[in-house]
């Protein structure tokens, strides 16, 4: 048999504090085959002189054969894993939406009618979806209000309607959901679905400019284009199908 390979750990464990990366790390040695030998730095002055003894500005350190590996994104590379880059583009949190949002459509069909899937499921499936991404905007308004500003044509004339948009969403979301005041979710999600469709076109596709959708809030890294105008036409698409059949989502 081989020889154990051994890890010493060295982290932050306080009655107030317990640091979060030095779990990780933890974790990740160990699930490397790694004998973790795992030190507790029990107190803040305790800390800054294992800083100050090894000049490094954060815990937690990893020791491998006597070598100081690093904090937890450099035991990552150590162990051959990828670094999440913060400023790279992702869809992920825009499949989270649209996934969770579909699952619930589903689960409202099936406790409306004992059936997976009716005609009512994708209109469920885009109301619920639109309080989703209400909420993703209104967690950060000012966030939101500010990427918002770099495209939409209407905020760029009435800055406050950056500040209206997301509330506007989530009104016609929830009443789209209950299928109820058509008179007042159908025109507030025409207009704002069908103002924000052209000026993601007019950004994206005319102006060719590059910029981070605020769909899913101020601090996306989403890419403007397909993302936010499929949301803008799905709210078209769901107001003009109440107007033609207003049974759709109605109870």
Request: overall charge positive.
């Amino acid at each position: 048999m081989g020889a154990t390979k051994t890890a010493t750990l060295y982290r932050m464990v306080t009655d107030d504090h317990v640091c979060p990366y030095g779990i990780k790390s933890r974790y990740l040695l160990g699930r490397a085959g790694y004998a973790v030998d795992d030190r507790w730095l029990t107190t803040r002055a305790e800390t800054d002189a294992f800083k100050a003894e090894h000049d490094v500005k954060t815990t937690p350190q990893t020791f491998i054969d006597g070598v100081r590996i690093g904090g937890h994104d450099d035991v990552r590379r150590f162990l051959g894993k990828p670094i999440a880059d913060p400023d790279a583009t992702s869809y992920r949190p825009v499949i989270a939406i649209f996934a969770m949002a579909a699952a619930m459509a589903v689960a409202v069909t099936w406790a409306a009618s004992g059936a997976l899937l009716t005609v009512r499921t994708p209109g469920w499936f885009i109301a619920i979806a639109m309080c989703i991404l209400a909420v993703q905007k209104l967690q950060d308004l000012e966030g939101f209000a500010t990427m918002f500003l770099g495209y939409d044509l209407l905020a760029r004339r009435w800055v406050p309607y950056a500040y209206v948009y997301p509330f506007a969403e989530a009104l016609a979301g929830v009443l789209m959901l209950g299928g109820v005041l058509p008179w007042l979710s159908v025109p507030v999600a025409l207009f704002i679905g069908g103002v924000g469709a052209v000026s993601v076109i007019n950004a994206v596709y005319v102006q060719k400019r590059e910029l981070k959708c605020a769909c899913v809030g101020g601090n996306s890294n989403v890419p403007l284009g397909f993302v936010s105008l499929t949301e803008n036409l799905m709210m078209v698409a769901m107001a003009l199908a109440m107007l033609v059949w207003p049974a759709w989502l109605m109870r």
